[in-house]
C-alpha cells in the first residue's frame, strides 16, 4: 500500500485534539453545550468513559451557518417535551 495516498476522514475527535486544532478552549465548549447551542448526539457525544467527542462535520456545518436552524428547532422540541413532562408530572 502507497503512504502516500491514504486517506483518513475523521468523523468524531476527542475534545483535546478538537481544542488543539481549532483553539477553543475545553471551557468554551462547555458553554455551547450547558447554552444548548451543541446538540448533544450532533454535534458531540459522551464516550462510554464520559470522554466528550466532536463530531467534525458537524462542526464545520455550524461553523458556516448551515445547522443554525436545526439546532434551533432541536431546542425549541426539547423545550417542549421538558414542558409537557413538567405538566404531566
Known amino acids: 500500500m502507497d503512504m502516500d495516498k491514504v486517506a483518513v476522514q475523521l468523523e ?11 483553539g477553543y ?3 468554551a465548549i ?3 453545550i450547558e447554552d444548548g447551542k ?7 457525544r459522551r464516550a462510554p468513559d464520559g470522554h466528550i467527542n466532536i463530531n467534525l462535520q458537524e462542526y464545520y456545518r455550524w ?3 448551515v445547522g443554525a436552524r436545526a439546532a434551533m428547532e432541536d431546542r425549541r422540541e426539547r423545550n417542549v417535551e421538558r ?3 413538567a405538566r404531566d408530572a
Open 25 to 27: 478552549t475545553p471551557k
Open 38 to 44: 451543541w446538540v448533544e448526539g450532533r454535534m458531540y
Open 30 to 32: 462547555q458553554r455551547k
Open 63 to 65: 461553523v458556516n451557518g
Open 12 to 22: 468524531w475527535m476527542l475534545l483535546p485534539l478538537f481544542c488543539t486544532c481549532t
Open 83 to 85: 414542558r409537557r413532562i
